[in-house]
Each structure stands twice: as C-alpha cells, then as structure tokens.
C-alpha cells in the first residue's frame, strides 16, 4: 500500500483489526515512510505500549514546546524507563520561548488568531521539519473520535495535505481505555487524578468542566493545536 494511494482501502482494513493488529500491519506495508507522536499526555502510555509492544521501530515523535507543564515532564520520563525499546525523537522550536514572548507577547492569551499562531511557532513548524527529516509521509497518531465533537466523523485512515495519517485507537471509548491502563498496569499522568482530561501546555490547559474536553484549551476558544485540522484547512502546513 502506497502512501500516496486512496487511504479508504488500508482504513476499510484497519477497522476490521485490533489496536496492536493495526499498528504491526501499517509497520509491515509502509515500513521507514512510517512515524509516530506523543505529547505525553492523559493516554500517552496506551500508544507508546502499543507501539513498544507491536512495532518499536517506529520513530516516536515528541514536540517539545518548552511550555509544558512540570509533571509531564517527569511522566515522560517515567514512561520511557519502561519502554526502553522506543526510537523516542525530541522536536522544539525554533523560536524561544523568551524571544516569542518578547516579539509578540503571550499569544495564547490573543483569542482564536493568538492561539494559531502560537500553535504555527511551537508545534506545526516543529511537526513539519520532523516529518521532513525522518522522511516519513504516514503519521500514526493518537486521536480518538470520542475526545472531540470535530473527530466523530474520521476514518482510520485519512490524507492531510502531503500527508496520512492513521488512527488505531480511534473507535477507543474512554472505558476502553481505562482498561487497557488496567490490564496492563500502566502508570497515569500526574494531572489526570486533578481533573485533566486532556493536556498540553501549562497556560493554555484547565481541568475539564464536566468532562467537556472541548472547554479544557484556550479557555474553550480553541481545542485542536493545529496538527490535527481538517485536510482543507489553509493554516494546517504538512
């Protein structure tokens, strides 16, 4: 399967698999053109096991946007002493947090253009370049349909711009995920005990009200970071 086919054929065949089917048989049919993402977050130990477990030669992406909170940091270094066979690669800006601050202030308190092009600066750029230079065109990712009303609709497999991306635990309900943190005792996020339902940066991240996850970033004003908008999307540059 080509990374530049129609991708409605490998999701057709994605659906019909479990999590760890999908991400050893995406490995076995686009092999180095493939990669992988983490933000050590709220569910990051699933993907990072079901990667360790199934295809650990995949190269794990993390972007580092120098605004995360403290205990992701620790968390992430946690779960690396487990997963010892992970090809972890650390991404970050080429903008400094000082320097960005000082050119354009804090941009995550600008509103919805504030937050896009503080999303632009400190995680698209670095996603692009790391696409680019491990050279992979097929992107393995985390999403799930039920943290977002903007992601019921996704197939397994869609294209974004020069991109596919792929999604193996994205008909995962949140139940389905408690267990698999379960059964396979995996440590949670520090935050998650502390209402977190999603997580990213200090600033711009809250405990969720209710459960609406949609409300937890940017003061609700803006949920996806930009590295996961709809293919048309013109701000979206991969």
Same mark, same amino acid.
């Given at each position: 399967m080509?990374?530049?086919?129609?991708?409605?054929?490998?999701? &057709?065949? %994605?659906?019909? %698999?479990?999590?760890?089917?999908?991400?050893? $048989?995406?490995?076995?049919?686009?092999?180095?053109?493939? !990669?992988?993402?983490?933000s050590f977050g709220i569910q990051a130990a699933? !993907?990072?096991h079901?990667?360790?477990? /199934?295809?650990? #030669?995949?190269?794990?992406? *993390?972007i580092d946007t120098g605004f995360?909170?403290?205990?992701?940091?620790?968390?992430? +270094?946690? @779960? %690396?002493?487990? *997963? #010892? /066979? @992970? &090809?972890?690669?650390?991404?970050?800006?080429?903008?400094?947090?000082?320097?960005?601050?000082a050119l354009w202030g804090r941009l995550w308190e600008q509103g919805k253009d504030g937050a896009d092009r503080y999303a632009m600066l400190t995680k698209i750029e670095p996603m692009n370049r790391a696409l680019s230079e491990i050279g992979a065109d097929v992107w393995i990712s985390g999403l799930r349909r039920s943290q977002s009303s903007t992601r019921t609709d996704r197939p397994f497999v869609e294209r974004q711009k020069k991109t596919l991306k792929a999604y193996p635990i994205l008909d995962?309900?949140?139940?389905?995920?408690? %267990?698999?943190? /379960?059964?396979?005792d995996l440590p949670r996020h520090p935050l998650a005990e502390?209402?977190? $339902?999603? !997580? =990213?940066?200090? /600033?711009?991240?809250?405990?969720?009200?209710? =459960? &609406?996850?949609e409300s937890s970033r940017f =003061?609700?004003? #803006?949920? +996806?970071?930009? @590295?996961?908008? &709809?293919? =048309?999307?013109?701000?979206?540059q991969i």
């Open positions: 080509s990374a530049h086919a129609e991708p409605g054929e490998l999701s &057709d065949a %994605l659906a019909l %698999l479990r999590a760890g089917e999908r991400i050893r $048989v995406l490995h076995e049919r686009l092999g180095n053109r493939l !990669m992988a993402t983490t699933v !993907m990072l079901l990667i360790h477990e /199934h295809a650990p #030669k995949i190269p794990v992406v *993390f995360l909170f403290p205990e992701t940091y620790r968390y992430a +270094e946690d @779960l %690396l002493s487990r *997963f #010892k /066979h @992970l &090809d972890l690669r650390v991404y970050q800006p080429n903008i400094s947090a000082a320097r960005m601050q995962w309900a949140d139940a389905q995920v408690d %267990l698999y943190y /379960h059964q396979n502390k209402g977190y $339902v999603t !997580m =990213g940066d200090w /600033h711009s991240t809250v405990p969720a009200v209710n =459960g &609406d996850a =003061g609700g004003v #803006k949920y +996806e970071c930009g @590295l996961h908008l &709809d293919s =048309g999307s013109s701000d979206f």
